[in-house]
């Protein structure tokens, strides 16, 4: 009976700690970006100078959604230098096939001037999917 306890407890203890190693861990950099990484891409990451081809899902803290490539079912592509910061930023932490969600601070998306469908000083979160990157 001690036995079957004793290996029920370590079979619990293993998968609690299998849990806790699957959770996305979330990483706030020094500019104050938080990116998430949901998916671990096997490729390589982009520079700043890159382009990269994306699927992404853009939303105010609220959730209410501003774009989406997604809802056009087409991928974007973006020349890194010439995004928003957080993206430039962001975006060299994900890996080609990895999926990352970037909560970006206003000062490094639209800042005080916003633009349609984004409030001035908001917090923007984006779920990006980086699918490739054109050298």
Known sequence: MQKHFIASAALLLVLSFQAVAAEPKEEVTASGISITILKEGGGASPNASDTV???????????QEFDSSYRRNEPARFPLNRVIPCWTEGMQKIKVGGKAKLVCPPNLAYGSRGVAGIPPNSTLVFEVELLDIAK
């Open 53 to 63: 081809k994306v699927h992404y899902r853009g939303t105010l803290t609220n959730g």
